[in-house]
């Protein structure tokens, strides 16, 4: 009956450390989710910071031109601001075109 009592204790045993064992995959496997979640997180905020990047090159260089023309109307006061953005239209090209 000895040789009962030991087999039993030791599946008792086993049946412990089995249990054991499985809450700790399970820890592991909730970390392991949780640094996927974190990882997605991150993609995510460097897709967005690449994005405020672009968006402030372009801030920048509507800045800068602002800038420019704001200088060159300070310097030169009788050019109008939309002077630098429209075309002329000349008659005198029917004097450089003849028939």
Same mark, same amino acid.
């Given at each position: 009956?000895?040789?009962?009592d *030991? $087999?039993?204790?030791?599946?008792? *045993? ?11 995959? *399970?820890?592991? @496997?909730?970390? =392991?989710?949780?640094v996927? %979640?974190i990882?997605?997180?991150s *993609?995510?905020? =460097?897709a967005?910071? +690449? @994005?405020? @990047?672009? @968006? ?7 800045? %800068? ?5 704001? $200088?060159l109307?300070?310097v030169? &006061? #009788?050019?109008?601001?939309?002077? !630098? !953005?429209? +075309? &002329?239209? #000349? $008659? #005198?090209?029917?004097?450089?075109? &003849?028939?």
């Amino acid at each position: 009956m000895a040789q009962y009592d *030991d $087999t039993t204790k030791m599946l008792m *045993d086993i049946k412990e450390d089995v249990a054991t064992t499985k809450a700790k995959v *399970d820890s592991i @496997e909730d970390k =392991l989710n949780q640094v996927d %979640n974190i990882e997605a997180k991150s *993609d995510k905020a =460097l897709a967005k910071s +690449i @994005e405020v @990047e672009h @968006e402030i090159g372009r801030v920048t260089q509507i800045q %800068n031109w602002v800038i420019c023309l704001s $200088t060159l109307v300070g310097v030169y &006061p #009788s050019v109008k601001p939309g002077a !630098f !953005f429209s +075309i &002329p239209i #000349s $008659t #005198s090209h029917k004097a450089a075109y &003849p028939k």
